[in-house]
């Protein structure tokens, strides 16, 4: 999506490569602080969804916390989420890992699942994983719940008008640029 790329170069210029930590960063900040992002993210994860009774969607403003690189023993996760707890109930969990060029570790989406079941009656109530990348790159989703492909973020913050989320366009524009670029490495 060529939509920003003559306001994006100048950018380009001054700021390193982006890595999938610019992604974990942009993640974490609009779960936490835009409650819109949410129902966006959750509308496009039932797009892709294996079984979308397992996207659960009720959200209330101010209900959601996001972590980066949540770790526990067994392993890792990118970011995880946690929405729609109310009246002392645990919250359902998105238990998130983004690619940008970086193949699949062994077993990484059944690790997932390991964390999720870890956290489950504990931490949250329910739990979904979901893969953020290109559109390409997830037709090999490794059995992560969902995906929500890269463009459909960009085409998210494109459309808003304010400079944070240009910022986060012009970013995510890099990104699909550097997938298409070099392909899985």
């Not at 003559?6 to 609009?30: A, C, G, T």
């Not at 913050?157 to 298409?180: G, H, P």
Request: hydrophobic share 35%.
């Amino acid at each position: 999506m060529p939509i920003l790329r003559n306001e994006s170069s100048e950018h380009e210029e001054v700021v390193s490569p982006v890595e999938e930590r610019h992604i974990d960063y942009i993640l974490e900040e609009e779960f936490s602080v835009n409650p819109d992002f949410l129902s966006f993210f959750l509308e496009q994860a039932r797009l892709s969804a294996n079984d979308k009774s397992r996207i659960l969607g009720c959200t209330q403003d101010g209900d959601c916390i996001a972590v980066r690189s949540a770790t526990t023993g067994k392993g890792e996760t990118d970011i995880l989420v946690k929405y729609g707890a109310n009246n002392c109930t645990l919250p359902t969990a998105i238990l998130i890992e983004d690619k940008i060029k970086a193949g699949f570790q062994p077993l990484q989406a059944e690790r997932y699942r390991d964390r999720g079941e870890e956290g489950k009656g504990q931490e949250w109530s329910e739990y979904w994983t979901c893969l953020v990348a290109h559109t390409k790159y997830s037709v090999e989703r490794d059995d992560f719940d969902a995906v929500v492909g890269l463009e459909a973020l960009l085409e998210y913050f494109a459309r808003k008008t304010d400079e944070r989320s240009r910022f986060r366009a012009r970013v995510l524009e890099q990104t699909i640029r550097k997938y298409e670029a070099t392909g899985i490495q």
